[in-house]
């Protein structure tokens, strides 16, 4: 089946580092999504593509977003759109929140090379495998498999300290204890606040979940990356006492990363999750 795909670049959506389980094998990527294994690739502006249907590709990887307008949202200065020019086309992807919200638990203070490797192992110790194309593939764990698994095999995995966190952040979600698709009908600021009373979700770790499963466009996530985005390229919108203490230090404290975030959200307004993707993936890019 395929699919016309103006404004979109397949590439660079897969490797600007929201997601962690697709691998490009030949001109064809393959990524497991819930309980499948799909292929997708792109000829110029055709998508190809097989084991999914057309209305789900659109919506995983965001193909209804109006990007042009999100482009004229967003273009307020010189570095995003630079950003912009650079790696058009790129769409933040609807993934599944719950394996959202794991990958990003074990994404703290790790490498994307490093996270791709936890998740993998952990995929394979707790998943089901599911052959396709000849090649075999690993759904990822459901909530009762790691609620359920001992905290040393889930440190086998290459989780660290982040297997407690895996442990017991998956026995409120199996136990239904919290419900992840309810943060949907939230408006963002509560949806952020409930996030954050799952162990080893931080104010970080909330946003890239809020953005990249649960359709907050808003949410705007600081890491190492953006600071120094916001050092190099923003200084000059935030307050001089704040950027002389952040860019001393190597970490925010919860009261700082709130003001960056703040000024992200409010400076690129409705759609600051899609400035931040550009403006992460530029930075990254062309250090």
Same mark, same amino acid.
Request: net charge neutral; glycine share 8%; charged share 30%.
């Given at each position: 089946?395929?699919?016309? &795909? ?61 990007? $042009? ?9 010189? $570095?995003?759109? +630079?950003?912009?020019? +650079? ?19 074990? &994404? ?40 359920? &698994?001992?905290?040393? @095999? ?15 952040? @998956?026995?409120?979600?199996? @136990? ?8 949907? $009908? ?7 606040? +409930? ?59 919860? /009261? ?13 307004? +409705?759609?600051? /999750?899609?400035? $931040? ?11």
């Amino acid at each position: 089946m395929k699919l016309d &795909a103006v404004l979109f670049n397949l590439d660079v959506t897969l490797c600007c580092g929201q997601v962690f389980r697709w691998d490009k094998k030949g001109d064809w990527w393959y990524g497991v999504v819930r309980d499948k294994v799909l292929k997708i690739r792109q000829v110029k502006a055709e998508l190809e593509f097989g084991n999914a249907d057309e209305k789900f590709v659109e919506c995983y990887f965001g193909l209804d977003d109006d990007l $042009q307008e999100i482009r004229d949202e967003i273009g307020k200065d010189k $570095q995003i759109k +630079e950003a912009l020019r +650079e790696f058009w086309g790129l769409r933040i992807i609807r993934q599944d929140p719950w394996e959202c919200l794991i990958s990003y638990i074990c &994404a703290t203070y790790k490498s994307i090379a490093a996270i791709k490797g936890m998740l993998l192992k952990l995929s394979r110790k707790f998943g089901e495998r599911v052959t396709f194309d000849g090649c075999d593939f690993y759904t990822f764990p459901t909530p009762g498999k790691l609620a359920n &698994a001992a905290d040393k @095999s889930l440190a086998e995995c290459g989780l660290g300290y982040r297997a407690k966190y895996v442990l017991e952040t @998956s026995k409120k979600i199996y @136990s239904k204890g919290f419900e992840l698709e309810h943060l949907r $009908q939230l408006p963002y600021e509560q949806a952020k606040n +409930e996030l954050v009373t799952l162990p080893g979700v931080g104010l970080k770790v909330a946003d890239c979940i809020l953005l990249f499963s649960l359709g907050k466009l808003e949410a705007f996530p600081v890491d190492v990356w953006m600071r120094r985005v916001i050092l190099n390229h923003y200084a000059k919108e935030l307050p001089n006492e704040l950027i002389q203490k952040i860019s001393k230090q190597d970490s925010l404290s919860n /009261g700082e990363y709130a003001k960056l975030n703040e000024f992200g959200r409010n400076y690129f307004g +409705e759609y600051a /999750g899609y400035a $931040q993707e550009y403006l992460y993936h530029y930075e990254r890019t062309t250090q």
